[in-house]
């Protein structure tokens, strides 16, 4: 037993999810109680998405634990598979039906007997990996699915595209500013004339994965979500991988190299350098921030970065190599890939720290003390408390995390990205610094205008005590409305009584 | 399918129970904010720790007085003991928070594993020196607020039962609260103290709440001898056999069957106070049980009615769909059509017809006065099909939960999130109005944008 107040990966079946409601007509039924489908509500509220989440649960109760599931999850599967019509059902387990071991894989084959779309049941142990590490096998295992679904029936298409072509793989619902990045993404395909042959999983259809052999490499952005498909691709296909991240100008410069020794490996003749040249120095303004003076004010000042191993390493580079501020901690809680994140940031910062726990990386921030911390939503709230200001660079995150604006983290528009959100904590920082040494931008007593300025009337003190339990902002409000009510009717004193009626005339 | 025994017009029918609701670890989030001194320990997994920390968003990083005890493999395999893992834990708590009492809500996970909660508590209790409340509020068996049942319902137990003199004074809080700083005449003004059998309120509100409708019994010149919960642990109401009891809440009937078969009280089944119609009714219910005649309360009702009525020309002649997720549904049905709309259909988790037997009474009463007909009261709704009603019956208003809201209103359905009922403060007549703010804010906001031709937002809608 371990006493968590929070966590910075999700279970297991929240990966399993992301994956089946990325793609489009794909539905997944979760073995699960009363009350675990709450990934629709985060799904609906942080990404305000118009549609029906394509999850449901076969509600796991009491008859359940007594008798098994027995036909429910079969009726459940062959049910959705009539009403909605998907390609795929993603039979998921969640904790509590994996400690009921009951033998899922059997209801699957029992459903997919009466079932037009296909069944699958999501391969993940709830006990030993998280939503990141689920995810990526959930990808995979589609993906596997499919190929050898179209090699069986002989329609696994020959050969690659005619022009270079990428697969750009990880792209999911959920995931930190990835619909900006696939826009990016795409784009930086263009620029280079690259055709994208596909983008997974996001917004592809199981249709699609059968052509996925035919690009000339894929394009893994991120760290944690695509590899394990990667990998089986070149196992299978000999397809090679690009697993370097385009996040800041160096690593997509790094990116784009490795991209075009790929290519030409495989004859394609392409020379990005003049390309990379002209991003960098004219049409990004990362690299021209970096020399302005702006950014040598920030050469020195200390941050903490700590997220997710792709945003907390290229944060940490991006910070040290190419503005020159002084990482004295870089961190991640992506524990199982720990060695990954070691390699990768060592030389850019001080010291490393990986952990899953929220109070021991507080701790850190509260012993380095430093200008600004790039974390996740937790380590802004632990600036908060420090007074110590935070950019959000990775999940888990909250709404505000799912901008409208294009935002993307990746690419040379990224680069941009970056360098704004970088600049506005550590100026904000400044700032708050000056106010304290200087005492406030305004110092005179603030003179308060309206009629509760200087008040007439007398508040009892019972009345005085319910007023304190309205919440501060709001208080004001409350206070005038009622005083207003109670001048306009003739009372000098404002008893529990007469606020009460205020709010019931007023709604104050 | 009908009531049995009691021929009704009210129409009950069970669906598959495929719906969505919080689970009810999600009480946590309210009761720990309730009870000051308490630490509430969700013994469970992953999986009831991220709904937690997602649901409950900012408050989560206010050092909350609740954590997890996350489960292990080693737990699952009983490798490890959970007596010691649970000292370990509860040890660490009362080192670094010295709560006054400790609640374990059990979870699906240790209902499956069989981890004998309630067998360990009393021992673990003696030898740490801090109380353990065992609570079973887990989605195998209940839904969202029905978790504050099942903890209620725990508390009861452990309510003291006979008052010490000297401890007289300090559990009279509230009363000496309501009388401070007045002087004697104005309190013989409200009405003469009746001497009647002590009364216990149960369900917990926001404490302006409490301070309300004790102030609301107290001019019928009824004393609210305790409440369950207080304020803190250490204050729980005395129950002797013999006393009063009266829910506030349509979701606990386990609290009030504990308060009936084990502490021996004698329940008053009323409507809840919800709206003024339902708060009249509450009132008049616990007077004809003391034997006194309710003054003024017809007077109170019209004026509140009165001052509802811009928010009612809103909504008056429209119909309204409860999908069912947290069981207020009844009571704010019965409020809303008393304020002029029609409603289609209640959806509901569960629905105990002999604890809310009075509610149901006032909610067929209602129909009737305003001749309008009775709901269909769908009780485990099945969402898929409740939306498949929903796009027949084009309803002007949908109350449900946040995972169907946007994907309705993108398709012009007004929605409202049936959660905020829940937080919101509802109960009273003073609180009327915020009931009706909530319920007629979709349709303010979208006469504000009906002109603009945006109402459906997805290609292809199947409405």
Redesign the interface.
């Known amino acids: 037993m371990k006493l968590a107040y929070w966590m910075y990966a999700g279970p297991a079946h929240i990966g399993t999810l992301r994956i089946a409601s990325s793609f489009k007509n794909v539905h997944a039924i979760m073995h699960a109680p009363l009350g675990d489908d709450y990934f629709n509500v985060m799904r609906s509220m942080l990404e305000r998405e118009r549609n029906f989440t394509p999850v449901t649960a076969s509600i796991v109760d009491r008859n359940v634990l007594a008798r098994g599931s027995q036909e429910k999850v079969v009726d459940n599967i062959t049910r959705k598979d009539k009403e909605e019509t998907p390609d795929l059902i993603v039979l998921t387990p969640t904790c509590t039906s994996s400690i009921l071991q009951e033998d899922l894989q059997n209801f699957v084959d029992r459903a997919q007997m009466d079932c037009q779309g296909d069944v699958l049941l999501a391969d993940v142990n709830h006990y030993r990996v998280n939503e990141l590490q689920a995810a990526d096998r959930t990808l995979q295992q589609i993906v596997e699915y499919y190929i050898a679904k179209a090699r069986k029936k002989g329609e696994l298409p020959e050969g690659k595209t005619e022009k270079p072509s990428v697969n750009i793989i990880g792209i999911s619902t959920l995931g930190f500013h990835n619909q900006h990045d696939s826009t990016e993404l795409k784009r930086l395909m263009a620029d280079l004339g690259i055709e994208v042959n596909a983008v997974i999983p996001d917004g592809a259809t199981v249709e699609e994965l059968k052509n996925l052999p035919r690009a000339w490499f894929n394009l893994i952005p991120y760290r944690e979500l695509g590899r394990m498909t990667a990998q089986y691709l070149e196992k299978e296909f000999g397809t090679p991988s690009v697993e370097i991240t385009p996040m800041g100008v160096v690593e997509t410069a790094r990116c784009i190299r490795q991209i075009q020794q790929v290519l030409n490996a495989q004859g394609a003749n392409v020379d990005y350098e003049d390309f990379i040249n002209e991003q960098t120095l004219y049409v990004s303004q990362a690299a021209w921030f970096s020399r302005s003076i702006d950014c040598q004010n920030l050469t020195g000042k200390k941050a903490v970065v700590f997220g997710d191993n792709t945003h907390a390493a290229a944060m940490t580079k991006i910070l040290a190599r190419e503005m020159g501020i002084h990482v004295v901690m870089a961190g991640t809680y992506c524990k199982y890939d720990a060695e990954w994140f070691r390699n990768e940031v060592s030389e850019y910062c001080d010291e490393v720290l990986i952990s899953e726990d929220n109070g021991e990386i507080g701790d850190a921030i509260a012993r380095i003390e430093p200008a600004a911390i790039f974390g996740t939503q937790m380590e802004r709230h632990v600036g908060k408390r420090l007074d110590i200001p935070c950019g959000v660079i990775a999940s888990p995150i909250h709404i505000q995390n799912f901008p409208i604006g294009y935002k993307p983290f990746c690419g040379y528009e990224g680069t941009n990205q970056i360098a704004d959100l970088v600049y506005n904590s550590f100026t904000l920082g400044m700032e708050d610094h000056l106010l304290e040494i200087f005492g406030g931008h305004d110092t005179k007593e603030v003179i308060t205008k309206g009629i509760s300025a200087d008040s007439d009337l007398g508040w009892t003190k019972e009345a005085q005590v319910e007023l304190n339990k309205v919440p501060g902002f709001v208080r004001g409000k409350v206070k005038r409305n009622t005083e207003k009510f109670a001048r306009d009717r003739g009372l000098s004193e404002i008893t529990l009584e007469v606020m009460y009626a205020a709010k019931e005339a007023v709604g104050a | 399918m009908t009531v049995a025994q009691e021929p009704s017009a009210l129409n009950f029918d069970c669906e598959t129970?495929?719906y969505?609701?919080?689970?009810?670890?999600s009480c946590v989030a309210w009761l720990y904010q309730k009870i000051e001194d308490s630490f509430f320990l969700v013994?469970g997994?992953?999986?009831c720790?991220?709904?937690l920390?997602?649901?409950m968003?900012v408050m989560?990083?206010a050092e909350?007085r609740y954590?997890?005890?996350?489960?292990?493999?080693g737990?699952?395999s009983a490798q490890?003991n959970d007596y010691e893992?649970?000292k370990?834990?509860c040890l660490?708590?009362k080192r670094d928070r010295n709560p006054s009492v400790i609640v374990w809500i059990g979870t699906?996970?240790t209902?499956?594993?069989k981890m004998d909660l309630e067998g360990l508590a009393p021992k673990l209790e003696a030898e740490i020196g801090i109380p353990i409340v065992t609570a079973r509020a887990?989605?195998?068996?209940?839904?969202?607020t029905q978790g504050e049942d099942t903890v209620l319902a725990s508390m009861a137990n452990k309510c003291p039962s006979k008052v010490v003199e000297s401890e007289k004074e300090e559990r009279n809080a509230i009363k000496k609260?309501?009388n401070?700083?007045?002087k004697k005449e104005d309190i013989a003004q409200d009405a003469e103290d009746v001497n009647h059998h002590p009364l216990v309120l149960f369900g917990s509100l926001p404490?302006?709440v409490v301070?309300?409708l004790t102030?609301e019994l107290k001019k019928q010149g009824i004393n609210v001898s305790g409440w369950l919960p207080a304020k803190r642990y250490t204050e729980l109401p005395t129950l002797e056999e013999g006393y009063y009891v009266c829910g506030v809440n349509p979701f606990l009937s386990r609290t009030a069957t504990t308060l009936m078969r084990r502490r021996k009280c004698k329940l008053i089944g009323a409507p809840f106070p919800i709206g003024p119609d339902g708060t009249r009714a509450w009132i008049e219910k616990i007077c004809s049980v003391f034997g006194i005649e309710p003054q003024g309360l017809e007077e109170r009702e019209a004026?509140?009615w009165e001052?509802l009525e811009d928010y009612i020309q809103l909504i008056r002649g429209k119909s309204v769909f409860f999908m069912g997720d947290n069981l207020l549904e009844i009571s704010l049905a019965r409020f809303l059509i008393r304020c002029g709309m029609t409603c289609q259909e209640i959806g509901i988790p569960y629905m105990d017809k002999r604890y809310q037997a009075a509610e149901l009474a006032l909610l067929e009463k209602t129909c009737n006065d305003m001749g309008v007909p009775i709901p269909k009261i769908i009780e485990k709704p099945d969402n898929?099909n409740q939306?498949q009603r929903i796009y027949e019956q084009k309803p002007d208003l949908v109350i449900t939960?946040?995972?169907?809201?946007?994907?309705l209103e993108?398709r012009g359905i007004n929605t409202k999130w049936s959660v905020e009922f829940t937080f919101a403060q509802i109960h009273g007549?003073?609180?009327?109005?915020d009931i009706l703010?909530l319920a007629t804010r979709p349709l303010r906001r979208n006469n504000n944008l009906k002109d603009l031709g945006w109402e459906k937002?997805?290609k292809e809608a199947k409405v």
């Open positions: 129970g495929n969505h609701t919080f689970c009810p670890i013994i997994t992953k999986t720790g991220y709904f920390q997602n649901a968003g989560i990083f909350p954590a997890m005890a996350e489960l292990e493999e737990d699952i490890l893992e649970l370990r834990l660490q708590i699906c996970t209902e499956i594993i887990n989605g195998l068996d209940y839904a969202f609260l309501l401070f700083g007045r404490d302006p301070t309300n102030l004026q509140i001052n898929y939306i939960g946040m995972a169907h809201a946007n994907p993108a007549f003073t609180n009327a109005r703010e937002l997805v």
